[in-house]
């Protein structure tokens, strides 16, 4: 059995295609994550600004023993997710299933128990209204982070680029749940549930949908 070889002109074209869409340097590479990061995350620092800073009516130490939690949550989920690990592909599939899983949890049960030791927080009541604008701003504090995370994971993942789409919708997640939380004056436990842990389950789903779209390595027709 004998392998055809492609034609001259064939590996002619192919070398010229490369040679003129030379791979960036890993530090290049470097400087345009941090740079697409930080204009994904200046979006939810004009979305704060423009609704008047940062300020809650609750305990002081209920607020920063949460944001603190979350925080932590945040760049956890963050790290596990954009970052490769020092693969080209990324995390293995279970750390990336474990991200886009457990995030919502870990911000359910750290609220759990800061609302354990402040128990008067959950008697502060929130009516439909409250509830539907911590939806809104969840959502639109995590539109920036998602879109980033997205554009440095863009064409990288031949396996499961749902997963890790899912994996950069929770990260995302996070961060809008943490910057309403630290807007929000409710903290009820279903108000907790419905208006700051849902929508990081609703992006996690959306990020799923993108990343099946985005991510997923494609083949260049441009050699052929």
Known sequence: ?????????????????AQSHPAPTRAAGRKRNTVVIALGFALPVAISAWAGGPGTRLPIG?????????????????WEAVGRGGSMLGR????RAVVAGVTPVALLVTASVAALLWPATLAIPA????????????????????VAFVVV???????????????????????????????CAHASAF??????????????????????????????????
């Open 1 to 17: 059995m004998t392998t055809e070889l492609p034609s001259a002109e064939l590996r002619e074209r192919v070398l010229a295609a």
């Open 62 to 78: 209920y607020t920063v023993l949460l944001g603190a939690s979350w925080l932590l949550v945040s760049l956890v989920a963050t």
């Open 92 to 95: 293995p599939a279970v750390v």
């Open 127 to 146: 009516g439909l209204e409250e509830h539907v604008v911590c939806v809104v701003f969840t959502i639109l504090f995590a539109l920036g982070p998602l």
């Open 153 to 183: 994971r863009r064409q990288s993942d031949p396996v499961a680029p749902t997963l890790t789409g899912a994996a950069l919708g929770a990260a995302s997640g996070a961060w809008g749940a943490l910057a309403i939380e630290l807007h």
């Open 191 to 224: 108000h907790i549930v419905v208006g700051h842990v849902l929508p990081v389950v609703f992006l996690t789903a959306v990020g799923a949908l993108v990343g099946s779209r985005v991510i997923g390595m494609r083949a260049r027709t441009d050699l052929l």
